[in-house]
Nanobody
Framework: QVQLIESGGGLVQAGGSLRLSCAAS?????????MGWFRQAPGKDREFVAG????????YSADSVKGRFTISRENAKNTVHLQMNTLKPEDTAVYYC?????????????????WGQGTQVTVSS
């Protein structure tokens, strides 16, 4: 069973930065080969933010965060990070880590293997 533990959320002013981390346990090959982040703002649907392939490091990011957010991985530690720069009030949401079979299924949230408990990110204007 894959377990995901997020950390690094908090309150920051617009234009600031935060770094989220997600530590995974129970990952098995060939499953759970992609990890990434979704977010859900109050009153809105959960949306994909960014993902990374654990095998070759391929990344995919939503248009709304391209150029501001960077996802990276530390395979030896089964950890992925989301560096968020130039944060905007509209980035305010609960951010969830997720693991899936591959990056494409992760991006579409198809049969997600595991979700983290979520971490709050609040950006003040």
């Amino acid at each position: 069973q894959v377990q995901l533990i997020e950390s690094g959320g908090g309150l920051v002013q617009a234009g600031g930065s935060l770094r989220l981390s997600c530590a995974a346990s129970g990952l098995t090959f060939p499953y759970a080969m992609a990890m990434g982040w979704f977010r859900q703002a109050p009153g809105k649907d959960r949306e994909f933010v960014a993902g990374i392939s654990r095998s070759d490091g391929t990344t995919y990011s939503a248009d709304s965060v391209k150029g501001r957010f960077t996802i990276s991985r530390e395979n030896a530690k089964n950890t992925v990070h989301l560096q968020m720069n130039t944060l905007k009030p509209e980035d305010t949401a609960v951010y969830y880590c997720a693991a899936n079979e591959n990056l494409e299924r992760l991006r579409q949230a198809l049969g997600v293997i595991s979700w983290g408990q979520g971490t709050q990110v609040t950006v003040s204007s």
